[in-house]
């Protein structure tokens, strides 16, 4: 196990040092170039964002991945995370349901409404699950005294 920490710590510093590259190459050329000149873009800004991507996508599938082998070696313990999931995904659900995609700006459209809505429905619904549970909490602990 130490050593799988030492190679995920060198793969990081890695990535690291050539993101910094990256940016410091970018940096160097300067804003008005980059976005009047295609060659630039091509050859610097594309580049740099085909390594957001896979440092984006990389680690994400590797979390799947882990994820699923834990449900399957510990499926006891990941019983109780699936359920957490399940609310979760059922709370954003009916925050997609409530929601209703009217526009309020030309830059919108109503796909990114809803989701902007179920969001916020989402947020409302856990703030007032969060606040019945702090009190239920403490209306059983007053009763059971």
């Excluded at 896979?54 to 991945?65: D, E, T």
Aim: glycine share 8%; charged share 15%; proline share 2%.
């Amino acid at each position: 196990m130490n050593s799988v920490a030492n190679i995920a710590k060198y793969v990081a510093a890695a990535l690291s040092i050539v993101g910094v590259i990256f940016l410091i190459l970018i940096l160097a050329n300067g804003d008005e170039v980059i976005e009047t000149s295609e060659q630039l873009q091509e050859n610097l800004v594309n580049p740099y964002m085909i390594f957001s991507y896979i440092l984006l996508i990389v680690p994400a599938a590797m979390m799947l991945i882990f994820s699923v082998w834990y449900f399957i070696t510990h499926p006891n313990k990941g019983k109780r995370a699936l359920i957490a999931l399940i609310a979760f995904g059922a709370i954003f659900g009916i925050g997609y349901a409530l929601s209703d995609g009217t526009i309020i700006s030309d830059k919108a459209n109503e796909t990114w409404t809803r989701i902007s809505d179920m969001g916020l429905y989402a947020f409302y619904i856990m703030g007032i699950g969060t606040v019945l549970a702090v009190l239920g909490g403490e209306l059983f602990k007053a009763i059971k005294r």
